[in-house]
C-alpha cells in the first residue's frame, strides 16, 4: 500500500480510500456484518482512510470494523448542517455512532459556491473550535463545483477538500475538467490536503473502470481518491490496480458477472433533464421524481452527465 501525508494536515492516509456510500442503505444496504466483512478485508489489505458522511447511514458499519482493527485508522466525515448547534449535534452523533474519541477529519457537505461557504459560516466556527479541543484534527469541504472548490483553497482555515474529479469530468459543476483541475492544482500549492470521489463518474465509466481509477491514482495533485467498494472483490481489483497488478481471474469474473442498474437517489427534484437526454425513452417523471423502467434502461449513463443534483448512478 501507499501511504501519503494529506497536505498540510500532518495525517497519514493510504493512496485508497474506503468510500461507505456504496455499502449503506443508500446503496447496496449490506446486512451489518456483510459490510462489516468488506470494510475489515479493506483495512487488513492496508486502507487506513475510511471516508463517509451522516446522511450515509454508515456509522455502524464503521464503528464494527474498527473494533478489528490493529492499525489507526482515518476517518472522514461529512454533514450538510449549516448551524452552529446542528454541527455541533452532528460531530456528537459521529463520534458516538462510530466509537471515536475524536474525527480526524469534519467537512461541510457538497459546498456549491462562495456564497454556500458564507452561508455554513456558523457551521464552519464550530468545527474550527472543535478542532481547537482536539474533538477534530482536520476541517474542510466535500465539493462537486470549480467554484468552491477554489474558493476553500484560498480560505487559511481550510484543511482539506474532497472535490469530484473524473476522466469524463461527469458531475464537475460550474466548468468542464481542466477547470476542476486547475481548481485542485491551486489547493494543492495551498497545502490543503486533496481526496477526490467520483473516479467512475457515479458509476457511469464502469465500462472504462480500469482507464478511470488509473486516470484517478496518477493524478499528483490528489492525494487520495475515495471510491466507493461493496465486495471483497471490489476491494481486490481496486488495489490491483492501484499497486500496477493484474487483477486476478477469479476477482475478474466475479465482477463481470454482476449485475448492475440504474440507481436515483432520494433527493431528485424530478426537474426532467434525464428525461429529455435519455436516447431510448427509459425515463419519465412520476409524483415529481425520476423513475427508470429497467427493462428499456441500457446503462449508457447519459442522463447521469445532465443530473445537476448528481443523483443517477449506474451501480
Given amino acids: 500500500m501507499q501511504y501519503v501525508r494529506l497536505g498540510n ?17 443508500l446503496q447496496a444496504n ?21 471516508d463517509t458522511a451522516k446522511s450515509y447511514g454508515t456509522y455502524r458499519y464503521i464503528r464494527e470494523a474498527l473494533r478489528y482493527s490493529k492499525n489507526k485508522v482515518i476517518v472522514a466525515t461529512k454533514s450538510y448542517d449549516y ?12 463520534l458516538e455512532e462510530m466509537g471515536l474519541e475524536y474525527i480526524d477529519i469534519f467537512l461541510l457537505h457538497e459546498q456549491e459556491s462562495r456564497l454556500t461557504l458564507q452561508g455554513h ?11 481547537e479541543k482536539g474533538i477534530v484534527r482536520a476541517v474542510g469541504i466535500s465539493s462537486h463545483s470549480v467554484e468552491a472548490v477554489r474558493a476553500a483553497a484560498a480560505m487559511p482555515e481550510i484543511d482539506v477538500i474532497h472535490p469530484l474529479v473524473n476522466q469524463a469530468g461527469i458531475g464537475i459543476r460550474g466548468g468542464n475538467l481542466d477547470d476542476m483541475l486547475e481548481a485542485i492544482k ?120 445532465v443530473c445537476p443534483e448528481f443523483c443517477i448512478k449506474v451501480i
Fill in 9 to 25: 494536515t500532518g495525517l497519514l492516509v493510504s493512496r485508497l480510500c474506503f468510500g461507505t456510500l456504496t455499502i449503506g442503505p
Fill in 30 to 50: 449490506l446486512p451489518l456484518q456483510e459490510g462489516v466483512a468488506v470494510l475489515r478485508h479493506a483495512l487488513d489489505s492496508g486502507i487506513n482512510f475510511i
Fill in 83 to 94: 448551524t452552529y448547534t446542528g454541527m455541533h449535534q452532528s460531530v456528537v452523533e459521529a
Fill in 121 to 131: 459560516r456558523p457551521a464552519l466556527e464550530y468545527l474550527l473550535e472543535a478542532k
Fill in 186 to 305: 491551486e489547493a494543492y500549492r495551498q497545502g490543503k490536503g486533496v481526496y477526490g470521489m467520483k473516479a467512475l463518474g457515479g458509476g457511469h465509466l464502469i465500462s472504462q473502470v480500469e482507464e478511470a481509477l488509473k486516470f484517478a491514482f496518477s493524478l499528483p495533485w490528489v492525494h487520495s481518491f475515495a471510491v466507493g467498494m461493496q465486495s471483497i472483490a471490489e476491494v481486490e481489483f481496486n488495489l490491483a490496480l492501484l499497486e500496477g497488478r493484474k487483477p486476478p481471474p477469479e476477482v475478474l469474473r466475479h465482477l463481470g458477472g454482476r449485475r448492475r442498474f440504474l440507481h436515483i437517489e432520494e433527493w431528485c427534484q424530478g426537474c426532467g433533464s434525464c428525461v429529455e437526454r435519455c436516447p431510448w425513452e427509459a425515463l419519465e417523471i412520476v409524483n415529481g421524481r425520476a423513475q427508470v423502467d429497467p427493462g428499456i434502461c441500457v446503462l449508457c449513463g447519459y442522463c447521469g452527465a
